[in-house]
T-cell receptor, first 113, second 113 residues
Framework: NAGVTQTPKFQVLKTGQSMTLQCAQD?????MSWYRQDPGMGLRLIHY???????DQGEVPNGYNVSRSTTEDFPLRLLSAAPSQTSVYFC????????????FGPGTRLTVL | GDSVTQMEGPVTLSEEAFLTINCTYT??????LFWYVQYPGEGLQLLLK?????DKGSNKGFEATYRKETTSFHLEKGSVQVSDSAVYFC????????????FGRGTQLTVWP
């Protein structure tokens, strides 16, 4: 039982490049979400999904796309990277949207030059 | 809207000192309250939680009591250890917000031997 896994751990992009951050969970959780963590700002919700085929925007969705074709995977796509997207990205999952306990992945540290 | 306010860090203590990290919240209704801990280079882990007024969450010697009259959820530990050095996040979740967690900015704790 690996829990929530994220790849890559580190990534450097140039402005305008695109990439996908991967997130997977093996706990059969319905609810998955993406947060970004910036210094002094806590974590802010980017997108979330309450089940396969269902996604919605969080607090800071601009510049990011998501899809949820399977229960296990919830990739985050950066369409055209900008320096403002330099951050640490965390994926989280929980059994369903009503469950209190969420499990976080180890994070991806992204730098956009 | 929903929000969480944490005391500013960093907090530096000697081993065996008493720890308090203040957390207050703004939310309608009856949110669930959480403390998450982030050790260096890792993702967030749930430390403790409380789901209704006057509940006390506890784990690993840490405690926090849900005080609705003061809208607070302060984290305490009677005797900190070097291994408690980490960033601590207070968070809330309301059932109507589709699983979303609202985080405080985090408090860096450093414990010296």
């Amino acid at each position: 039982n690996a829990g929530v896994t994220q790849t890559p751990k580190f990534q450097v992009l140039k402005t305008g490049q695109s990439m996908t951050l991967q997130c997977a969970q093996d706990m059969n959780h319905e609810y998955m979400s993406w947060y970004r963590q910036d210094p002094g700002m806590g974590l802010r919700l980017i997108h979330y999904s309450v089940g396969a085929g269902i996604t919605d925007q969080g607090e800071v969705p601009n510049g990011y796309n998501v899809s949820r074709s399977t229960t296990e995977d919830f990739p985050l796509r950066l369409l055209s990277a900008a320096p403002s997207q330099t951050s640490v990205y965390f994926c989280a999952s929980s059994l369903n949207r009503d469950t209190d306990t969420q499990y976080f992945g180890p994070g991806t540290r992204l730098t956009v030059l | 809207g929903d929000s969480v306010t944490q005391m500013e860090g960093p907090v530096t203590l000697s081993e065996e000192a008493f720890l308090t990290i203040n957390c207050t919240y703004t939310a309608t209704g009856y949110p669930s309250l959480f403390w998450y801990v982030q050790y260096p280079g890792e993702g967030l882990q749930l430390l403790l939680k409380a789901t209704k007024a006057d509940d006390k969450g506890s784990n690993k010697g840490f405690e926090a009591t849900y005080r609705k009259e003061t809208t607070s959820f302060h984290l305490e530990k009677g005797s900190v250890q070097v291994s408690d050095s980490a960033v601590y996040f207070c968070a809330l979740r309301r059932g109507s917000t589709l699983g979303r967690l609202y985080f405080g900015r985090g408090t860096q704790l450093t414990v010296w031997p």
